[in-house]
């Protein structure tokens, strides 16, 4: 269907009526998928034919440099009904995305009590719970009957980003239980509110960071999540698609640190070039500085080398294997803490396992190269017993580092993710050159 908006859109003349036509039925998400194949004055265009009913939620759902086309090219009426219609997480996203200039017009044009209401929540520090909830949620009394609180969900759901799970607080906004829309409908209509309330809910507080939010609901399989102050006041939920949201970009960042770059919040292709250069730059440039380790290490043992040059040819075979086995582990202890499965209170626990698990690893490489180095460099009996003690130490060093380093990282407060392949190769890189060489010079006596 989004192949025949666009055919439509680009035909003159335009054929507003079955467009209009061809919006009723289809999902918001993907109207606003159209405008990402559209050019400016075709933005416009289509967005001022959308009906009023769905325009506010049409912009929410597209790109911020669409939005800002958009918001450009309207009146301050417009605008103002635009923002009067935006839930308010929305309408902070939105600003948080648009220059100066174009903040202020927004904010001019929205009523006083919602611009109160944005402008506290853009003072909570990004990537908190406060950040991301919203103020629109149903309160009620525990006095109330369910008859009472059915005639105020009608009277104001319209508005709420949920009504599937109402809040109860007391006169002070004290949070003092939770009620859904289920218990609501199975309750006699006289039963008071707080009788059939649940008090024992989760909270979470405005400081929170998004990702605790998110494993809250994760792991308790909410679909919003009530947010109060120090005091217990009530102050805003955090809903089920704020949190997919939150999930997509901490997984971003975390793909994006574990690849040795600066995380950005910005797409690919709207990420310029200088930009995208001095993301890159920082880590390259400590990598290179970290690997020139593996030189010193090497020119150290310049005279085992010049004893027997055949060394050489192995350096390259066991740097690889023991930056990929070092990798491999970091990945999955990374995804461990991620996904909150591993603590580093189990550290001596994964150590071990990973000890074994190296074990078994480096003495099945260390079998196939011990018959590989015989056949293949004339059947030399110390130097297959040097490569394979090699490979099975360096591959124990490398997953012990692979899977200590990014539970230190979590002990001490850091992102785990920085500690992933780049800099777990050129670590294990380093090692393994120094445990190389030293089994060399003992077992070949150089």
Not at 68 to 82: F, H, M, Q, S
Request: hydrophobic letters at 45%; charged letters at 20%.
């Amino acid at each position: 269907m989004n192949d025949q908006i666009l055919s439509i859109i680009n035909t003159d003349p335009l054929d507003i009526s079955r467009l209009k036509t061809l919006f009723f039925d289809k999902n918001i998400a993907d109207i606003a998928e159209v405008f990402k194949e559209l050019h400016k004055e075709k933005i416009i265009q289509l967005f001022r034919i959308l009906p009023k009913t769905i325009a506010a939620e049409v912009f929410a759902h597209v790109d911020s440099d669409q939005q800002k086309i958009i918001v450009e090219a309207l009146t301050d009426t417009e605008i103002g009904e635009i923002m009067s219609k935006l839930f308010v997480d929305d309408a902070v996203d939105f600003i948080e995305e648009m220059p100066a200039n174009v903040v202020k017009r927004v904010l001019r044009n929205v009523n006083e009590d919602k611009r109160r209401v944005i402008n506290q929540l853009l003072q909570y520090p990004d990537d908190s719970a406060g950040s991301i909830m919203t103020t629109e949620y149903v309160e009620l009394q525990e006095n109330d009957t369910v008859s009472q609180a059915f005639d105020y969900i009608r009277s104001t759901g319209v508005n709420k980003e949920t009504i599937y799970t109402c809040y109860v607080i007391r006169h002070d906004r004290i949070l003092i239980g939770v009620v859904t829309a289920k218990t609501l409908m199975l309750s006699s209509q006289q039963d008071r509110i707080g009788d059939i309330m649940d008090t024992n809910f989760i909270c979470a507080g405005t400081t929170d960071d998004q990702e605790e939010i998110a494993a809250l609901f994760k792991k308790y399989g909410l679909l919003s999540l009530p947010i109060a102050d120090k005091e217990g006041h009530l102050v805003g939920i955090v809903t089920v698609d704020d949190i997919v949201q939150v999930i997509q970009d901490e997984n971003t960042e975390d793909v994006e640190k574990m690849a040795a770059l600066n995380p950005s919040d910005e797409s690919y292709l709207k990420t310029g070039v200088f930009k995208q250069s001095r993301n890159r730059i920082f880590w390259l440039m400590f990598l290179m500085l970290s690997a020139s380790i593996t030189g010193t290490i090497i020119s150290r043992f310049e005279n085992a080398l010049t004893a027997l040059p055949m060394l050489i040819a192995f350096i390259p075979m066991l740097m690889n294997t023991c930056g990929n086995a070092g990798c491999q582990t970091s990945a999955l202890i990374i995804r461990g803490i991620a996904l909150g499965e591993i603590r580093f209170r189990s550290i001596v626990t994964v150590l071990w396992r990973e000890i074994q698990v190296a074990f078994l690893c480096g003495l099945a490489l260390a079998a196939v190269n011990f018959i590989r180095v015989y056949f293949m460099h004339g059947r030399d009996l110390m130097l297959c017993i040097t490569v394979s003690l090699s490979l099975i130490a360096t591959v124990i060093a490398s997953k012990s580092i692979g899977c200590i380093l990014p539970l230190i990282a979590q002990k001490i407060k850091l992102d785990p993710a920085i500690m992933a392949a780049p800099l777990i190769t050129t670590i294990a890189d380093a090692s393994s050159l120094i445990v190389y060489f030293s089994i060399a010079s003992i077992v070949l006596s150089i």
